[in-house]
């Protein structure tokens, strides 16, 4: 697992760690986890570093495409080539639609493999939304990675 943004940092975490799971272990005893903190920078800068490799799979957690125009340039790049899935979780339904719809305006071919719907696997834990922007009701109940989409570029 490669972590990768302007906001990424270590923090007392070494730069790449290795890490067994329990309940990974259970059914797959050799497995281990190894993450990779790169140095904080720009998705579409991190793929012209020698450090890169194409991933399997990409996932933009609770993204704020919509939100945020310092994604555009990056997105063409989170799907490199057909067969590389986004992933992308959102708060609400709305945002993800949103957001599905940018990423197709941003990249060619592009096909839908899980239209925006709720996440089976979001947070059960709701918090408060502290949110500063505007873009939410000030003190809302919302559930991190609430809602997904996926996507991939066309064979």
């Not at 972590?3 to 940092?9: A, Q, R």
């Not at 790449?16 to 005893?29: D, G, H, I, L, W």
């Not at 959102?90 to 719809?101: G, I, S, V």
């Amino acid at each position: 697992i490669v972590l990768i943004g302007d906001e990424v940092i270590s923090g007392d975490f070494p730069p790449v760690f290795t890490v067994k799971s329990n309940q990974a272990q259970k059914e797959r005893p050799d497995l281990q986890i190894r993450y990779t903190f790169e140095p904080p920078c720009l998705y579409q800068d991190y793929v012209n570093t020698p450090s890169y490799s194409v991933p399997d799979v990409v996932a933009a957690l609770d993204c704020g495409f919509k939100f945020y125009p310092t994604w555009d340039p990056c997105i063409p790049h989170l799907l490199p080539k057909p067969g590389v899935p986004l992933v992308f979780t959102e708060f609400t339904l709305q945002d993800t639609k949103d957001n599905l719809q940018k990423v197709e305006g941003l990249v060619e071919d592009l096909e839908v493999i899980l239209p925006p719907r709720r996440n089976p696997y979001c947070s059960r834990r709701p918090v408060r939304c502290s949110d500063k922007t505007g873009n939410y009701i000030k003190n809302s109940v919302i559930f991190s990675n609430d809602y997904i989409s996926v996507v991939k570029r066309k064979s």
